[in-house]
């Protein structure tokens, strides 16, 4: 016989007899449970995380405007195979992978939610959720503030400076520019590819334009004025920088943000093709050809950056 009380200290078992308890058992404060004879359960399998348990991903690439992420499929579907995956808020997410070497090498791109910095760095970290790509690249179009820079050309960008920082006071405006700059590695990546194309790169793909790298300006605003004080700050900062962009910092910061993470991005690179002159004429008519020269360079700079 078995008597069975519950009370706010817990349950007492007094007496002959067993008592079996199914479900889930509230325990009071300072009680305990011992049990005897019988093998334990195993702990369920903690859930992987998606980027852990997936292959490695060498390379992330964000692109920003719809014209800049067709140029970049229609790019690396001539490079690799092409898969289609979708986030649980609706992104899609475009993998792609290549015998190279010895090794596969894989890519993912998805596209920027909207223009501007911190949409740039929420891509970021979808892509570090989804792939943690060791590597994270922006390709897509820009603006040129220098004459060394032609309509159609390409920028690699080894150094972003993001110009929006400033301090308003009665006196005006003290602009507080900072400086993100590639990784020792990138770098290495980039002087290999120049090496080996020349410095600038006549594009085989479209005769007449050329690759080169530099410093761009990264900001909200987008300038389509020659006047526009951006623009004379960035001589004053650096005058070799050669276009101006709108993600850019946002993109290194979050990369910068996340370095000592178990996923984190440990690079990341900008290629912009030349689309407008940051000027009064700025529009849409040079959008494809800068667009599609910018992938066209970033899956030719692929074997450099991923070794």
């Keep these: 016989m078995s008597d069975v009380r519950m009370n706010n200290y817990g349950i007492e078992n007094s007496?002959?007899?067993?008592?079996?308890?199914?479900?889930a058992v509230a325990m009071g404060s300072g009680t305990s449970v011992t049990q005897h004879g019988a093998a334990p359960v195993a702990a369920p399998a903690a859930p992987q995380d998606s980027a852990r348990a997936a292959p490695v991903w060498d390379v992330g690439v964000v692109t920003v405007?719809?014209?800049?992420?067709?140029?970049?499929?229609?790019?690396?579907?001539?490079?690799?195979?092409?898969?289609?995956?979708?986030?649980?808020q609706g992104a899609v997410l475009h993998e792609f992978a290549r015998e190279h070497a010895?090794?596969?090498?894989?890519?993912?791109v998805t596209q920027s939610l909207l223009p501007g910095q911190h949409s740039a760095g929420s891509t970021v970290e979808e892509l570090r959720?989804?792939?943690?790509?060791?590597?994270?690249?922006?390709?897509?179009?820009?603006?040129?503030?220098?004459p060394d820079a032609l309509l159609g050309d390409v920028v690699v960008a080894q150094e972003v400076i993001h110009y929006e920082p400033r301090k308003v006071t009665p006196d005006g405006v003290l602009r507080r520019g900072r400086g993100h700059t590639v990784t020792a590695g990138v770098q290495h990546a980039l002087n290999g590819f120049f090496t080996a194309h020349g410095e600038p790169w006549p594009l085989p793909n479209s005769p007449g334009h050329r690759a080169l790298r530099?410093?761009?300006?990264?900001?909200?605003?987008v300038l389509a004025d020659v006047r526009a004080d951006?623009?004379?700050?960035?001589?004053?900062y650096n005058e070799k920088?050669?276009?101006?962009?709108?993600?850019?910092?946002?993109?290194?910061?979050?990369?910068?943000?996340?370095?000592?993470?178990?996923?984190a991005?440990?690079?990341?690179?900008?290629?912009r093709g030349i689309s407008d002159a940051a000027d009064s004429e700025k529009d849409d008519s040079h959008h494809e050809i800068a667009a599609r020269n910018a992938a066209f360079v970033f899956t030719s700079l692929l074997p450099h950056l991923t070794g």
């Design 102 to 108: 010895g090794r596969t090498v894989r890519a993912a």
């Design 241 to 263: 920088i050669l276009a101006v962009e709108t993600e850019g910092a946002g993109l290194a910061t979050a990369v910068h943000a996340s370095l000592g993470g178990a996923d």
């Design 15 to 23: 007496g002959s007899g067993n008592v079996t308890i199914n479900g």
């Design 129 to 146: 959720r989804e792939y943690a790509p060791r590597l994270i690249v922006l390709v897509g179009i820009a603006g040129s503030i220098h």
């Design 65 to 88: 405007l719809s014209v800049e992420t067709r140029a970049v499929l229609d790019e690396l579907s001539k490079w690799g195979t092409h898969a289609e995956a979708r986030t649980r």
């Design 230 to 236: 951006e623009r004379r700050y960035l001589r004053e």
């Design 214 to 221: 530099g410093p761009i300006g990264s900001g909200e605003a």
């Design 265 to 271: 991005a440990q690079a990341w690179l900008v290629v």
